[in-house]
C-alpha cells in the first residue's frame, strides 16, 4: 500500500535500509534469535510487551505470505496464527533459564498499568518483508506514537532498575516488524526469489494499534503466560 512518507518515517526507513545493509555483509549488531530445531519447545523465555495482530491482518498474512511460502519451503516453522504479533517493547530476551524475577513482573506491571492508557493508539504502514539469517519478517513504519510508547516505558523501565538487555542498531526511531517464519535449514534461491516477488506487491491497508500485552513466552509466544493487556486511548 503506497503512501506519503513523513518525516519520522523517512527516518524509520533510513534504520531499516541500515540494518538491511548489515544483513548483506554479515555483521549484524542488534540482537537476534539464534536458530533451534524445535521452535514450539523452545525453552529459552523472554519477558516482552506486543500487540496481538487482528483476525483481519492475521488472515492477509497467512494467505499473502505464509502460504505461498509454506508450498515451496514447508519444513522451515510457519507462525500459526495464534502466534503471530507486532512485538512493542523488549524487557528481557530469551534466555534459559529467564533472566527475570517474578517481582520484576509486579514492577512492570505497575510501570505498563500507569503508562500505556496514557498513550494513543497509532497506525502501521506495512510495505516489504525482510530476510534476516534466521527469520523473514514484515516490515512496517509507523505514526511517532510508537517511539512515544517505547521511549517512555524503558526510562521507567531504567528508573526501576529494569533494564532492557536487547541490542539495538538504533536508540530513538523504531518501526514495526512481525516475525512471519523462522529458518530451520538454509533458504534456497526459489524462497529468496518468492519472497522479493511477494514484497513488491504488498497491498495492505494502513493498520491501527490499539492494546499491548504484557507476557513471558517463548520466540514464537509458545510456553506464554498473558500478564495483562491494555488499550490505547
Not at 530451520?184 to 516477488?197: A, G, H, L, N, W
Amino acid at each position: 500500500m503506497q503512501h506519503n512518507k513523513t518525516p519520522h518515517q523517512q527516518n524509520q526507513l533510513k534504520v531499516i535500509d541500515e540494518i538491511e545493509q548489515q544483513v548483506k555483509k554479515n555483521s549484524l549488531q542488534f540482537s537476534t534469535v539464534s536458530p533451534i530445531s524445535d521452535y514450539e519447545k523452545d525453552p529459552r523465555i523472554s519477558l516482552t510487551s506486543v500487540h496481538v495482530l487482528n483476525e483481519k491482518l492475521i488472515k492477509k498474512i497467512r494467505y499473502s505470505f505464509l502460504y505461498p511460502l509454506k508450498i515451496i519451503a514447508p519444513r522451515h516453522y510457519y507462525y500459526p496464527k495464534e502466534s503471530l504479533h507486532m512485538t512493542i517493547k523488549n524487557i528481557k530476551v530469551v534466555n534459559n533459564p529467564p533472566q527475570f524475577s517474578s517481582e520484576d513482573i509486579e514492577k512492570v506491571l505497575d510501570i505498563f498499568n500507569d503508562a500505556i492508557p496514557k498513550h494513543n493508539k497509532f497506525n502501521v504502514y506495512f510495505y516489504r518483508l525482510m530476510l534476516f539469517p534466521h527469520n523473514l519478517s514484515l516490515i512496517g513504519t509507523t505514526d511517532p506514537e510508537l517511539d512515544n510508547i517505547v521511549l517512555d516505558l524503558d526510562s521507567r523501565l531504567k528508573k526501576a532498575n529494569i533494564h532492557d538487555d536487547k541490542k539495538y542498531i538504533n536508540s530513538h526511531y523504531f518501526f514495526s516488524n512481525i516475525t512471519l517464519i523462522r529458518f530451520t535449514s538454509q533458504v534456497t534461491d526459489k524462497f529468496t526469489k518468492k519472497v522479493e516477488e511477494l514484497s513488491q506487491n504488498i497491498d495492505i491497508k494502513p493498520y491501527e494499534v490499539n492494546s499491548i500485552s504484557l507476557l513471558s513466552c517463548n520466540a514464537v509466544l509458545k510456553k506464554r503466560t498473558i500478564f495483562n493487556t491494555w488499550k490505547l486511548k
